[in-house]
């Protein structure tokens, strides 16, 4: 069984390999565009951005943020996308759902292949952090918090990924974006802290439903010094916890696609 | 037969979709059959049983919505039975599924070669899949190409195979880790004459080197052709079962005459039961022709067409062997064709 789950996984990385440009684009350009605009190019105008703060805070308390969203839109890209696809208009997955391994392996190595995307898209955010800003970005990087809270965060994303992909009808992909993309990372605690939401109370309690603030509040925790963060037992639970039923979600959503 | 020669079994095999899927002819549960299930859905396997052989081609001759693909659905672990029992290699597919797949190589109905690899990588991943090594896989991946003549094509990408080309490589993929039976659905459905011809031979060499198959169709030239036993399936449920001469056989040394009438050929088949005095003559109006089975055709014949002529102008006869469609009409009054 660790074969073919093996097997399978070296078929992902193929596939990934056969179109390395469009990973990299996948994977650089947001990170890029992001840390390009808010840390590069809003300073340089004088564009006032991050309330109180100062201008170089602001640049460090956005690196964490762009971690967890990298992790995560690799979730979505590298899974739910394919999934709904592949569910929908081709029936390629049966020769996967066909390898001889139970079908929750099947969908766990679809988690993560998205999970290892999502660690290569967030290594790549910090030599971006570390060429791109105009002002610069202070990093204190807490090791053992940062290991273990990037693999967890990243199947979190990878099973994000697969709740969404079994869960959408393929004539609505563009139902990810509106209702899940944009709200998950808009109200992700991506440029400010989670504290900083203080002044608009029920805001900050309805967020906490978003994994994505959880993700850039540890990630905070695990690369900044200085910049409050939400206390790192909620943000492993909450990590976790939103992970498992995820994963419960998607493994409910994939049998009931693959099986009649 | 002891058990040991037997590959696949199915006992009483049944099921019943509850959400109303595709709309195809399919029969309202418990319809004929008092202890039926009684809430809503639809039957497409209706208690079915069903024996293969080691190293025999069986068949399951239908037409559209039969439960063929849902019956190769069970066996293949993809679609849960709702009642009944089905061993593959002796191995129970609800309780056992991963264990079932191991030795089941699959043709669905519908192309489902990886789009993301090439030609090649298609059948090596396959073998990884199942547990090759590298080497192992690269070299059965090979030998397959070559013998199912794609090896011009081994970099290719699947969607530039024609139909043809894109069929043989599902079944080479699903014999390349040497399953204890390989199950074509419809593995010939669309695709132009000489692809079928083709198919069929290669289907005939897997057999000759003791490949197990389990088939469906709806065309009844390939299950005479290819099978050396089948079951005729309609609404789910086994109407027959034997070898297709025996299956002939059951319509005696009767032959088919066949009428097409301008006319109404609903009557006029039955003024020909009126005139067909021979207890075991048959009478079918179907589409606009009539089909008799009858002894001795030969003598009946003018009766035949003067009474059938009563109902409408006859615009053509002919006088058959009977064929397994003969058999089928018999046993259903529908023929095969959509
Ligand atoms: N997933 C499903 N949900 C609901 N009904 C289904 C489902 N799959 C098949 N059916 C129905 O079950 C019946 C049998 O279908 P099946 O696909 O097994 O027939 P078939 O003999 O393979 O037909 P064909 O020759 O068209 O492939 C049909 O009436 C079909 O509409
Ligand atoms: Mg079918």
Not at chain 1, 181 to 207: D, E, K, R
Not at chain 2, 55 to 60: A, H, K, P, R
């Amino acid at each position: 069984m660790t074969r073919t789950f093996l097997a399978l996984l070296a078929r992902d990385l193929r596939v990934l390999r056969s179109t390395f440009p469009v990973f990299v684009i996948r994977v650089v350009m947001q990170p890029l565009l992001l840390v390009f605009v808010f840390t590069y190019v809003f300073p340089k105008i004088g564009q006032a951005i991050g309330g109180s703060g100062s201008t170089t805070s602001f640049s460090t308390v956005l690196i964490a943020g762009v971690v967890a969203l990298s992790i995560i839109f690799q979730g979505i890209q590298g899974v739910a996308l394919n999934l709904v696809q592949e569910f929908g208009y081709t029936k390629e997955i049966e020769d996967r759902v066909l390898a001889p391994l139970p079908i929750w392996a099947v969908a766990a190595e679809k988690v993560v292949a998205a999970a290892l995307q999502g660690l290569v898209a967030a290594a790549v955010v910090f030599p971006v952090a570390a060429f791109v800003p105009a002002t610069p970005v202070h990093l204190s990087v807490d090791w053992p918090v940062l290991v273990t809270l990037a693999p967890l965060a990243a199947l979190c994303a990878g099973a994000l990924g697969l709740a969404i992909g079994t869960l959408i009808p393929p004539q609505q992909v563009a139902l990810i974006f509106a209702i899940i993309v944009l709200p998950l990372t808009f109200l992700g605690a991506i440029y400010y802290p989670w504290q900083a939401l203080h002044p608009i109370a029920w805001l900050q309690y309805l967020v906490l439903v978003n994994p994505l603030v959880y993700m850039s509040e540890g990630f905070r925790a695990a690369l900044t010094a200085g910049v409050p963060h939400m206390a790192l037992l909620w943000v492993y639970l909450a990590v976790v916890g939103f992970g498992a039923l995820l994963w419960a979600i998607g493994l409910w959503g994939f049998r009931r696609r693959v099986l009649s | 037969m002891t058990p040991a020669e037997e590959v696949v079994r199915a006992e009483q095999l049944t099921k019943v979709f509850r959400t109303p899927g595709p709309r195809r002819a399919g029969r309202p549960p418990g319809a004929g059959r008092p202890d039926g299930p009684s809430s809503d859905g639809l039957v497409a396997v209706d208690h079915l049983d069903l024996q293969v052989r080691r190293g025999e081609i069986f068949g399951l001759l239908g037409p559209n919505g039969a439960g063929k693909s849902t019956t190769i659905g069970i066996l293949t672990t993809r679609v849960l039975p709702t009642s009944g029992r089905a061993l593959v290699a002796g191995v129970d597919v609800v309780r056992s599924p991963a264990r079932v797949k191991r030795h089941i190589g699959v043709v669905s109905q519908t192309n489902t070669l990886d789009r993301s690899l090439s030609v090649s990588d298609n059948l090596y991943y396959h073998g990884r899949y199942f547990g090759l090594g590298r080497r192992e896989a690269a070299r059965r991946a090979e030998e397959l190409l070559e013998r199912f003549r794609l090896a011009d094509r081994a970099n290719a990408p699947v969607l530039s195979l024609s139909g043809g080309m894109a069929q043989r490589l599902m079944v080479a993929r699903a014999v390349l880790h040497e399953p204890e039976v390989l199950f074509l659905d419809e593995p010939t459905a669309g695709l132009d004459p000489q692809s079928r011809l083709a198919l069929w031979d290669l289907v005939r060499d897997l057999h000759a080197r003791g490949q197990t198959v389990l088939l469906t169709t709806h065309y009844m030239e390939e299950a005479d052709q290819l099978c050396e036993r089948l079951a005729i399936i309609d609404h789910g449920r086994i109407l027959a079962q034997d070898t297709p001469a025996a299956l002939k056989r059951t319509l005696g040394d009767r032959s088919e005459i066949r009428l097409a009438l301008a006319g109404d050929a609903q009557q006029a088949a039955s003024l020909v039961k009126g005139v067909l005095a021979s207890g075991d003559a048959e009478v079918v109006a179907l589409d606009g022709t009539v089909r008799c089975f009858v002894r001795d055709a030969g003598s009946v014949l003018p009766t035949v067409v003067a009474e059938a002529s009563r109902a409408g102008t006859v615009t053509n006869v002919t006088v058959e062997e009977p064929t397994l469609e003969s058999v089928f009409i018999r046993l259903t009054g529908r023929d095969l064709r959509e």
